[in-house]
Each structure stands twice: as C-alpha cells, then as structure tokens.
C-alpha cells in the first residue's frame, strides 16, 4: 500500500469509526506504521509520561485514547478531519521534548514542536495550506486550557482566538484530558465544568 493511500485509509478511520484506535493499533501490530513518517506516530509508543499525569502508560496508549474520545464528540465539531487529524498528531512534539529530569518525565514546549512536527507530517501527503494550518494551530493551542485558565504567562490568548476555532479547540481540550486512565466520574465532570468556564468566558459558544 502507498503512503498516500494508508494516509487516506487513515482518515478514513478516523472519521468513521466508534473507536479508531482498533485500526491503528492493528496498522501498529502488523508493521504497517513502520514507514516513515507514519514511524513517527508509533514512536509515541516509547515515550514515556508522568504516571501522575498518565497513568495509562505511554504517548501512544493516551493518543490512541485520546482518538477514541474525539469519535465520541464528532458530531459537535465543525472541521471534523482537522479535527481528528489534531487529536492523532497532537503530542508528537513529545518525541524530542521528553526529558526525565529529577525522576519525572517532562516535555516543555511540545505544544509548539507539536505544530511544525504536524506540518512535516501532513505536508508529506497533501498540499492543503489551509487544512494543514488550521489543523496545527489546534496542535499548537491544545494545552491552552491549562494555560489560560491557570493565568500563566506563556498562554497566547489572542493567538489562541486569531487562529483557532473556539468550539473545535474547546472539544480538543475535552478529548485530551479526558483520553487518560484513572479518571473517576468526579474527574470527568470537572473537566467538563473547567471547559464550561473556558467557553462562557472567551465566547458565545454552546455548552457541552
């Protein structure tokens, strides 16, 4: 099968299925993603995590739960394939960030290496400009809900609003934080109280 193709077989996946993480993990357990640059996605699968931020394990066992979550709320996002394609892409950055440093693993930074990784990745197979930015600018603003909620001083709020769509960014952060292991019920609801407060206060945006 060609890149090209497995690229669109992919998306395919992505969009249409309950749970896309059974296709990529066969694509990943049968040697399918072993080509570059789809190598770089199953990299994740040696990256490891804060246990206490991840207890799930590595960057690929949360992306691929993180998938899953956003197939859950497809209905709700507007661009549906940048969407999707974010949320598959969204911590490659974490492949050349991730340090242990003082017995805990960091990856300062993998929001915005997340972004050119991202363009690297999709400018392989298409020359979409328009689709690739605004699918790495949700890549590049994936963990501003901690960022701007938590007031800290590398939040780019107005960067946030110029180049992403709100709602759409609004589901990425519930994908991402809900796409981890050990979460209680209590858990989930406040994350969906915190994305609630991030929308009532910089839009107009329909409640979860």
């Known amino acids: 099968m060609s890149g090209k193709k497995l690229y669109e077989e992919i998306e395919e996946h992505l969009l249409k299925d309950k749970k896309p993480s059974i296709f990529l993990n066969e694509l990943k357990d049968k040697g399918i993603l072993d080509e570059y640059p789809f190598s770089e996605i199953k990299g994740l699968e040696k990256i490891q995590q804060s246990p206490k931020h991840h207890p799930e394990g590595n960057v690929w066992i949360h992306t691929m739960m993180v998938v899953d979550e956003g197939a859950?709320?497809?209905?709700?996002?507007?661009?549906k394939r940048s969407f999707m394609w974010c949320l598959l892409l969204h911590d490659l950055g974490k492949l050349t960030t991730t340090k242990l440093?003082?017995?805990?693993?960091?990856s300062y930074d993998?929001?915005?290496v997340g972004e050119e990784e991202g363009r690297k990745f999709l400018s392989y197979f298409i020359d979409d400009e328009k689709f690739i930015v605004k699918t790495i600018k949700l890549i590049r603003y994936h963990m501003h809900l901690l960022y701007v909620m938590g007031k800290m001083p590398y939040?780019?709020?107005e960067g946030m609003k110029r180049y992403t769509d709100l709602d759409d960014l609004s589901?990425?952060?519930l994908s991402d934080r809900l796409g981890r292991g050990g979460l209680s019920d209590k858990?989930?609801?406040?994350v969906r109280n915190e994305i609630k407060k991030f929308r009532e206060k910089y839009g107009k945006i329909q409640m979860l």
């Open 110 to 112: 993998h929001d915005k």
């Open 187 to 190: 858990d989930k609801e406040e």
């Open 171 to 173: 589901m990425v952060f």
């Open 72 to 79: 859950k709320v497809l209905d709700e996002v507007k661009d």
């Open 155 to 157: 939040s780019d709020i």
């Open 101 to 106: 440093r003082k017995g805990r693993w960091i």
